[in-house]
């Protein structure tokens, strides 16, 4: 294939996670299943943060940003694999892509940043618990929610401008089933130094100061919660941030371990079925986590589908 005119828009297909005519209803019965589970368990989230006012709390306002964000996350990838699986059709136009790699990006920073934020919020609680609702006042809150959303939106911008500089052939496989950047980037005809270094510099950038700020967050919540002295004050303590600990862990291991298995292995096929874990499961399981490890939560969705179940 020849690089394409500068003046043609390429065409990128998808090629998905597998080629099989065989397997291909299997794929669409799987993936629409674990979507319409994301969607529902985190609007079912949403819902009983809204309905139940003993909710309205910085930590469960950061969490209802989360589910929102995450259903939008995954609403940038599945439905479009849904609908090629559906129609036999592998296409996405160059504007397309772009944008799909565009809203990707905005809201994995999203996630990224909304957990940040989740883990101050659990710090100021246990460090400062006599002044927490001063510090964490809902001006704050909307500031810092303002900000996360404007860093998100802003922050994908340099990688999605520096992809429509790069010229591609006439037609473009994608040995993934969305538009994942480092993917494209390895199928551009022209030179990607560039975009390659605003990559490394935004994953850094977007990695780094967030893990660096949970992790001072925890070790200055562990360092306050030793000083109890009792095993249930320690207890108590500990069990208000199990649930936001179990998200950072699942969030950070699937990314860590799709960037590893991309490395290790340079086999485009294993880094699609890598994703998924990211893209899609993370998304799913972060309701359950919440709802099963929060007593708090469990008795608003117990009131919720009540409400909703019983008759008027």
């Not at 998924?276 to 969705?301: E, G």
Request: proline share 4%; net charge positive.
């Amino acid at each position: 294939m020849q690089p394409g005119n500068h003046s043609q828009l390429p065409i990128f297909l998808l090629l998905g996670l597998s080629e099989k005519p065989e397997i291909q209803s299997v794929l669409f019965g799987l993936f629409l299943s674990l979507y319409l589970v994301t969607v529902f368990g985190n609007l079912l989230i949403i819902l009983a943060i809204i309905t139940d006012s003993h909710l309205h709390t910085p930590m469960y306002l950061f969490l209802s940003n989360l589910s929102l964000s995450d259903i939008c996350f995954t609403s940038t990838t599945i439905p479009k694999m849904l609908l090629n699986i559906q129609t036999q059709s592998k296409a996405i136009t160059y504007t397309g892509c772009i944008t799909q790699m565009y809203f990707f990006t905005v809201f994995g920073l999203l996630d990224n940043l909304l957990l940040t934020m989740m883990a101050y919020d659990r710090f100021v609680a246990i460090c400062h618990p006599l002044h927490y609702t001063v510090i964490m006042n809902l001006r704050l809150c909307a500031q810092l929610l303002l900000l996360t959303w404007l860093i998100s939106v802003l922050g994908a911008l340099p990688e999605s401008l520096t992809i429509s500089w790069l010229s591609f052939c006439a037609i473009v496989e994608i040995q993934h089933y969305f538009c994942e950047l480092p993917e494209v980037l390895k199928l551009a005809c022209s030179d990607t130094f560039i975009n390659n270094v605003v990559l490394c510099l935004v994953t850094g950038v977007m990695g780094f100061f967030p893990l660096t700020s949970i992790l001072l967050s925890y070790s200055r919540i562990v360092c306050s919660v030793l000083k109890i002295s009792t095993t249930g004050g320690k207890y108590k303590a500990f069990s208000t941030c199990g649930s936001h600990l179990s998200m950072v862990s699942l969030f950070y291991r699937t990314c860590l371990g799709v960037y590893l298995s991309s490395t290790w292995t340079h086999d485009s096929q294993t880094g699609a079925f890598a994703s998924v874990l990211y893209t899609v499961v993370t998304p799913m399981l972060n309701p359950f986590i919440y709802s099963l490890r929060n007593r708090d939560m469990k008795r608003a969705l117990r009131k919720l589908l009540c409400n909703t179940l019983s008759p008027q």
